[in-house]
């Protein structure tokens, strides 16, 4: 009976103008970040954080959640067209989605794509209602010793869950979480790593980082393989949604897409494009026509982008309960309620119960404004290809700009914003994944905080780690994303170079 009053008082706060703007100004500019390739929802987030400065919190955080689920509307447009995934979340779109619109079927896969995302975006925002005050509830009971546990496996999973080099992933992850300790001490007052420059002394920005990161050193990479699509012909668009008979096709491939999108999601570092490769890999496996997968088949199209919306509902779940983001968009986000002034966790749906369920029933309603939009504004998102990419770059770098500018009204945070693009541009360009240095970052000073507040609180003596059930349940889980990646290469070696699944 309580969630259904707050879900109808997130429904009225919903449809108050100011938030009903910019909610349509949130997915919009999602749904065109996630067209145009190389940006995608984190990229859009960095840009429009600096924007919420002084905002009010309901609006401002409704118009960044739907940048993040309105982005991953946007990347099947490109991936169905012109072979070319907005970002690496819509990869698997382009399976089948490509060879559709290569037989004139380009309405057909984009209609599919479109319910798939409505679909997974929907449903998983049903579970997001279901489960989220139950995860809330549960949170309550931890306390620093078992939060510190929890982050620190947030850590592990990420680098555990990196699908290239791990090494890799955990210097990527020791980076950020270096990054997290620059400032003064949180107990002593003590400037640590500063290097003189009383600037840092409260820390580095993450608005900062973030454009840095994701904007200028997304611009720096795309000048070297940006392929213009200025020059691409757009095809006729015709039959935008299936018949009868091919939407109790895709039905099956949604529904499993959409549940295996929302339980990958919930995984720190997972994320849609995890998720998108094994709700294709399953529907192709229990398909009647398996063979015609890869040659235009729009059940692989159904399952990508179901899985793909499903994974955001399943990574908003851990932010908004626990304060740990499910994925590098999510861990973006969480940087932009802090400097709201939100802390996500065990109490925000106590704390902030009208701003919470407000962001989640906009979702709702931002999902379905999305769809009317790819339905009726399809061709004039195709149009948008056609920005010549230097007018685009040129306007992405001076909103960066202002955005690093604004944060303090210093020209340091603009200086540090381009120091961040070109490291941003070197970890992209040698594999370094983002993800982790993102997320240790962002938590890297709640770890410090909670893991000396244990101590304090147990007068220095680490057998506060392993007193409750909880703390013991998190660290064997722990030892099980360590043991187990180690077991089974052994198991390898054992075996002739055939892996024994766990």
């Known amino acids: 009976m309580e969630t259904i009053q707050y879900l109808v008082g997130g429904l009225a706060n919903t449809f108050t103008f100011q938030t009903l703007l910019y909610l349509i100004i949130g997915v919009l500019v999602g749904q065109i970040v996630g067209i145009l390739p190389g ?25 960044l959640t739907g940048v993040y689920y309105g982005a991953m509307f946007g990347g099947a447009l490109t991936s169905i067209m012109f072979n070319t995934p907005g970002d690496a979340a819509a990869v698997v779109t382009t399976f089948d989605g490509y060879p559709l ?5 380009a309405g057909l896969a984009i209609g599919t794509a479109t319910i798939g995302s409505t679909l997974g975006g929907l449903v998983s925002a049903v579970l997001i209602v279901l489960l989220a005050p139950l995860v809330a509830k549960l949170a309550l009971a931890f306390g620093p010793a078992e939060y510190t546990i929890l982050i620190a496996l947030s850590f592990l999973l990420i680098i555990g869950l990196a699908s290239k080099s791990k090494v890799k992933s955990g210097i990527s992850a020791l980076l950020g979480l270096m990054l997290a300790l620059i400032g003064q001490d949180p107990i002593t007052g003590t400037p640590r790593y ?8 409260q820390g580095i920005d993450f608005v900062v980082v973030a454009l840095g990161l994701f904007a200028i050193g997304e611009i720096i ?3 070297e393989n940006y392929k213009e699509m200025k020059d691409q012909k757009v095809g006729k668009v015709t039959k935008i949604f299936p018949n009868k008979q091919e939407f109790k096709q895709i039905l099956g491939p949604i529904r499993n897409g959409t549940l295996i999108g929302f339980v990958v999601g919930l995984l720190p570092g997972a994320g849609a494009t995890i998720s998108s490769f094994l709700s294709y890999s399953i529907a192709k496996k229990s398909s009647k026509s398996p063979d015609s997968f890869g040659k235009g088949n729009i059940e692989g199209v159904a399952a990508s982008e179901s899985a793909n919306n499903g994974s955001v509902g399943g990574a908003m779940v851990p932010m908004l309960t626990l304060g740990i983001p499910g994925s590098n968009s999510t861990a973006v986000l969480l940087g932009g309620m802090m400097i709201l002034g939100l802390q996500p966790g065990p109490m925000f749906f ?12 906009s979702m709702f309603v931002g999902i379905i404004i999305l769809f009317l939009m790819n339905t009726l504004l399809l061709r004039g998102f195709i149009q948008i290809l056609r920005v010549p990419y230097s007018i685009l770059a040129v306007s992405i770098i001076i909103l960066a700009f202002l955005g690093a500018f604004s944060v303090n009204r210093s020209m340091f945070e603009v200086f540090l914003m381009g120091a961040f693009g070109c490291l941003g541009y070197f970890l992209k360009k040698n594999d370094y994944p983002l993800a982790p240095l993102v997320l240790t970052l962002v938590l890297g000073g709640l770890l410090e905080q909670n893991w000396r507040r244990a101590l304090s609180i147990s007068d220095g003596s680490y057998i506060a780690f392993f007193q409750s059930p909880i703390s013991i349940t998190l660290l064997v889980i722990g030892l099980l994303v360590i043991v187990i990646p180690i077991f089974k290469k052994f198991s390898k070696k054992q075996s002739g170079g055939k892996e024994i699944n766990v």
């Open 350 to 361: 106590t704390n902030y119960p009208e701003i919470a369920w407000t962001v989640i029933v």
């Open 221 to 223: 990479s795309s000048l």
């Open 194 to 201: 500063t290097f003189g420059h009383f600037e840092l002394l």
């Open 101 to 105: 619109t290569k037989q004139g079927k």
């Open 39 to 63: 940006l995608g929802p984190v990229t859009g987030l960095a840009l429009l954080i600096p924007m919420t400065f002084g905002m009010d919190p309901i609006p401002a955080l409704v118009m």
